[in-house]
């Protein structure tokens, strides 16, 4: 099972027709460290969404912040996930 958790994962990261905001959330889920944050150098968000404008980026990560997936210290180097039941309100 865990298995096919991933691979599906994996696909839905690099799928374009994934709204953005969901493939950077679950990009979060699927690498954070245990302090439910993933760390990332400059450029490898880009590289691993396949998505090469920053500012396209930062709109994805502030969107995923509004719903409530990421936590508002979230960027494109670090996704902090939100803690379960939190609205970052």
Same mark, same amino acid.
């Given at each position: 099972?865990? =298995?096919?958790?991933?691979?599906?994962?994996?696909?839905?990261? @690099?799928?374009?027709?994934? %709204?953005?905001?969901?493939? $950077?959330?679950? $990009?979060?889920?699927?690498?954070?460290? %245990?302090?439910?944050?993933?760390?990332?150098?400059?450029?490898?968000?880009?590289?691993?969404?396949?998505?090469?404008?920053?500012?396209?980026?930062?709109? @994805?990560?502030?969107?995923?912040?509004?719903?409530?997936?990421?936590?508002?210290?979230?960027?494109?180097?670090?996704?902090?996930?939100?803690?379960?039941?939190?609205? =970052?309100?």
């Amino acid at each position: 099972m865990t =298995n096919t958790i991933v691979t599906f994962a994996d696909w839905m990261v @690099a799928d374009p027709r994934v %709204p953005l905001h969901l493939r $950077l959330t679950l $990009l979060a889920y699927r690498d954070a460290d %245990p302090t439910d944050v993933l760390y990332l150098d400059p450029g490898d968000l880009a590289r691993l969404v396949g998505v090469r404008d920053r500012r396209i980026l930062h709109k @994805a990560v502030q969107r995923a912040v509004e719903v409530g997936f990421l936590d508002r210290r979230s960027g494109t180097t670090a996704l902090r996930l939100a803690p379960v039941g939190s609205r =970052n309100d």
